[in-house]
């Protein structure tokens, strides 16, 4: 998993290595590294745009480092042969870059007197005639809001951004993001590649700044970075989660999955509980669910089981109501009290305080929306109210947790999977067409999947010498990262199915991403 760091300690850490590289007389060696990083992008970008009748980068530059490291950028973009601009936004730019980037032949626009008198558009107005720029505009370093008259170029270079095909490279963080916990306080040019510096930092993975952030790279300068704020969930550390049958294997140490999910109120949840279930390859379903789910089910997949029997973790809660409560309660009760993982979905979690004490949760897994999540909190006396649980996801998830006991999934627009003592664990910020009713559904049944692996390895670690498998896909993590590797499956499953149509994206239904799961997972073994 990847680390994230709050800013403030990847700034600190940065201070001591320019440090020395000024005292071994380069002081612009890591200005330098960055921006060959953000060079080797651009011309990614540039390649894409070989064809359009605008070609070209045009560099963005305002007055701190970030300022710096376009330019050193544009020189290499130069360098490279490819004609390129550089807007200063600032009068006092980074000296030696300034003069690299001259030298290598970059055409300099001093835009700094007309944003003074206000004439913001026509400042940045030569800005249209590029394919690719580059936002060294705003750092990491600032604090509170975006003064004018950066505020109003900002907006107004996100409204071109918006309206064009212009694809933007943002240094560090894109120009308008402050602060740590990812919210947009103020205008934010957006970008589709951000290249951050040693670290990756919190409002690059939070959202709604993470969706203005397009794909991160991460320049690795070799800081001594400790106590990351969360880590962040990659595929491979999904494939490491998921249990690669062997030779040995049978349904029984591929993890069986008791579900009492459907009613007669709401049929359509125990079919998906199950098709999410089934996405991520137990070895057995057994549904308790009225007749006419059952027969819903059936008429899916014929391989579910309708008796009783020997389970290795629980799902309740999807579709239910007063009827099918009581069988909810006995399969949660039972899982717990044997030790088991279980599930706790949707209408189940009003049960919590019958079902769940401190004493009894490490397998407890408890899946809220950030309605259910505010609910929760307020029945251990605390309050939380959705938006402020909407606003700071990770907090409330650690919140959660500590109350409970159990390994928290918190699903807002960023997921956070969260247990007391750990350091929670962050998804990448995936396709807002997930949100889709019976999308939950699905995923309940996945996490109960991945639970109902770990929980066959525990109970069979003789097998594992047996099953030959590669490094990855061994299933070797914790429950908590089981768990989170079953909620980036379906992240990853919803973004390709929704994507099948276009870089926008299309509606899709939640059917589709149990069905997208299986090409999923083949990918991210196979890598």
Not at 312 to 325: C, E, K
Request: some cysteine; aromatic content about 2%; charged content about 15%.
């Amino acid at each position: 998993m990847i680390n994230v760091h709050f800013t403030t300690d990847i700034r600190q850490a940065e201070c001591s290595h320019v440090e020395q590289a000024r005292l071994e007389g380069d002081p612009d060696r890591l200005m330098r590294i960055a921006a060959r990083a953000v060079c080797d992008e651009v011309l990614a970008l540039v390649a894409q745009h070989e064809h359009d009748t605008s070609t070209g980068v045009c560099c963005l530059v305002g007055g701190g480092d970030n300022g710096g490291d376009a330019l050193y950028a544009a020189s290499f973009i130069r360098n490279e042969g490819v004609p390129a601009c550089a807007i200063l936004l600032s009068a006092k730019v980074h000296p030696r870059a300034l003069a690299a980037a001259r030298a290598a032949g970059v055409r300099i626009l001093d835009a700094s007197a007309l944003l003074t008198s206000e004439q913001v558009e026509a400042g940045v107005a030569t800005a249209r005639d590029y394919c690719v720029w580059i936002d060294g505009i705003l750092g990491s370093g600032v604090q509170g809001t975006v003064r004018e008259p950066l505020a109003s170029v900002i907006m107004h270079l996100e409204k071109i951004r918006r309206a064009t095909s212009i694809r933007v490279v943002a240094i560090e963080l894109p120009s308008g993001i402050i602060g740590e916990d990812g919210r947009l306080a103020g205008p934010v040019l957006g970008a589709d590649v951000t290249v951050t510096m040693g670290g990756l930092k919190n409002s690059l993975v939070l959202a709604p700044a993470a969706a203005m952030s397009g794909k991160v790279t991460v320049v690795d300068l070799r800081f001594e970075l400790t106590n990351p704020t969360m880590r962040l969930m990659t595929g491979h550390d999904a494939a490491r989660c998921l249990l690669v049958p062997g030779a040995l294997d049978h349904k029984y140490t591929r993890g069986v999955v008791g579900v009492v999910a459907g009613s007669q109120t709401y049929p359509g949840a125990g079919i998906l509980a199950c098709a999410g279930s089934a996405a991520l390859g137990p070895g057995m379903i057994r549904l308790d669910a009225p007749a006419r789910v059952q027969d819903l089910v059936l008429a899916r997949d014929p391989g579910v089981v309708l008796v009783g029997g020997r389970i290795q973790t629980g799902l309740v809660g999807p579709g239910m109501d007063d009827s099918t409560q009581p069988s909810a309660v006995d399969l949660a009760r039972f899982c717990l009290s044997s030790n088991l993982p279980v599930v706790i979905d949707a209408g189940a979690l009003q049960l919590v305080p019958q079902v769940l004490t401190v004493h009894a949760a490490p397998t407890a897994i408890l899946t809220p929306h950030a309605g259910e999540a505010a609910a929760l909190l307020q029945s251990h006396g605390q309050s939380w109210t959705r938006q402020r649980v909407e606003d700071h996801p990770v907090q409330a998830a650690q919140e959660i947790a500590s109350a409970t006991g159990g390994i928290i999934v918190l699903k807002t627009a960023a997921t956070v999977v969260a247990q007391d003592g750990q350091c929670p664990i962050i998804m990448p910020v995936g396709t807002p067409w997930t949100g889709v009713a019976g999308a939950g559904d699905v995923l309940a049944g996945m996490i109960a999947a991945c639970a109902a692996q770990w929980q066959a390895r525990r109970e069979a670690p003789a097998l594992e010498d047996a099953r030959l498998l590669p490094p990855a896909g061994r299933g070797e993590d914790s429950l908590m990262e089981a768990v989170a590797g079953a909620v980036w499956i379906h992240g990853e499953a919803a973004r390709v199915t929704s994507q099948r149509h276009g870089q926008y994206g299309a509606p899709i239904r939640a059917i589709q991403i149990a069905d997208a799961a299986g090409p999923v997972i083949g990918g991210i073994l196979g890598r």
